[in-house]
């Protein structure tokens, strides 16, 4: 394994993301280039990203937190330190002095880690730059969401809980395989899957929130019932918040020639398979859909119900905003992420829904105010359907259209389960369960 110090030009993701249906975030970053996991699935060995060697030369941004902090000072945000330096911050009662920190522009959820590399691969122990961005998100009180596949997270449970206090802390493990010994061919150098497990339930216990990206599945290898099943029974034995789980891609290029030779070695019964799935080779690896062995989401979806436990990450109210507001735009983005990922609705279909939700990200007036004074409509600028939608999720925290969507979605599940039942090649399956 070759580690190089390297100063980074920029840190933060150029263009911010608004409405973000799967982690929920703002901006995203990286503290290191290159992974030393070594999960073969990845997509940061794709030709995509530019990095040779991608797991095994991990480049190091050790100006990375200095880096950060200037860039959050060119977004607007004030630190702590500037605060106390800069006003009678120390005479202010606690609740005032936080106020004033959490002053315009709005806060933003950063992404600190999972994106392409994981913020918490071995050589974090050493180098600790995940850490000292998470002081630098401290002291700009902005929320972070982690995703990561290692346990050395707890290492930071203190300075999760101080942030947790004055933002919010968002620690979301990958877990895609029940079974830690395919777990440790396909995801060679993470931490096993009890150690994910445990690590999660000790945060949870600590009152952070967190939940489990089961993504990518496998196809044939992960997507057996029992592999789903046994992930989402533990994700809830953990306190979970929920489970999410979606397909693999595989792009085309050394990372799709990578995935099979592992797969050919070790999983041999399910190689032609797996390979007939990307045979289209589509240059984002996306497989054939018409082939896999089971829809994941919907299969997850069922799982879920089953288990009790929420197949949807969750969107989190920041600190100081309006609750009745984030939880009409939690429900939102909950209609536009099962109309396009469960049902493949056209986007059309969802496009009111997330304009909405980004209206309400970016800030509007307290939607219970909205209704007393019926200007719902006018002050949102939104149809009689939409204002309807509204005021019932303001009301009792769900709507119509939403029952409706959840009904279809337990429909196409029966409609599916002869194919699911009938098919060989889908893997082995409790037919009892669907």
């Known amino acids: 394994m070759r580690y190089e110090c390297i100063k980074a030009k920029t840190l933060l993701s150029k263009r911010e993301m608004l409405a973000e249906d799967w982690f929920h975030i703002n901006r995203s970053l990286n503290a290191y280039r290159g992974c030393e996991h070594g999960c073969v699935y990845c997509d940061g060995m794709s030709e995509y990203y530019h990095v040779d060697n991608f797991t095994s030369h991990i480049r190091i941004k050790e100006n990375a937190p200095e880096i950060l902090r200037k860039e959050l000072k060119r977004l607007g945000f004030s630190s702590q330190q500037e605060l106390e330096t800069e006003t009678l911050w120390s005479f202010l009662p606690k609740d005032d002095a936080t106020r004033l920190a959490m002053k315009n522009p709005r806060r933003i959820v950063i992404g600190v880690c999972g994106g392409v590399s994981d913020g918490y691969q071995p050589a974090e122990k050493e180098h600790r730059i995940t850490r000292q961005i998470l002081e630098t998100l401290l002291d700009f009180r902005l929320p972070a969401m982690i995703l ?11 300075l999760l809980k101080e942030l947790n206090d004055v933002a919010f802390a968002n ?8 079974d830690d010994d395919k777990r440790k061919i396909i995801e060679p150098r993470a931490a096993s899957t009890p150690d994910r497990f445990a690590a999660l339930k000790e945060l949870r216990k600590a009152g952070i929130f967190g939940g489990v990206m089961a993504t990518p599945i ?9 592999n789903m099943e046994g992930l989402a029974t533990e994700a809830k034995g953990a306190g979970a918040e929920f489970i999410l789980f979606g397909a693999m891609t595989l792009k085309p290029g050394r990372q799709k020639e990578h995935f099979l030779s592992v797969i050919r070695k070790h999983f041999p019964g399910e190689f032609d398979k797996i390979k007939a799935l990307y045979a289209n080779d589509n240059k984002y690896g996306n497989p054939m859909w018409k082939r896999q062995p089971i829809n994941t989401m919907l299969l997850g979806h069922e799982i879920c119900k089953k288990v009790g436990i929420r ?10 905003e309006n609750e009745v507001n984030y939880r009409v735009l939690g429900i939102l983005l909950d209609i536009v992420f099962y109309q396009r990922y469960m049902l493949g609705k056209p986007l059309d ?4 829904f997330h304009d909405l ?7 509007v007036e307290n939607l219970k105010v909205l209704l007393d004074e019926r200007r719902l409509k006018e002050g949102l600028s939104i149809n009689d359907e939409m204002v309807s939608i509204v005021r019932q999720i303001i009301e009792t925290g769900t709507c119509q259209y939403m029952e409706n969507l959840l009904s279809n979605l337990s429909e196409y599940e029966i409609g599916n389960q002869a194919m699911v039942i009938s098919d060989e090649e889908s893997g082995d399956w409790k037919k009892e369960k669907v």
Not at 148 to 158: M, N, Q, Y
Not at 311 to 320: A, G, K, N, Y
Not at 349 to 352: T, V
């Open 171 to 178: 620690v979301v493990f990958t877990i895609t395989l029940h």
């Open 357 to 363: 939700s980004i209206k309400l990200e970016k800030g």
């Open 311 to 320: 197949d949807r990450s969750v969107r989190h109210t920041l600190p100081f």
């Open 148 to 158: 990561t596949k290692s346990d050395l997270v707890l290492r930071d449970i203190d």
């Open 349 to 352: 279909m969802s496009k009111p």
């Open 218 to 226: 496998v196809p044939w290898i992960g997507t057996t019932y029992e």
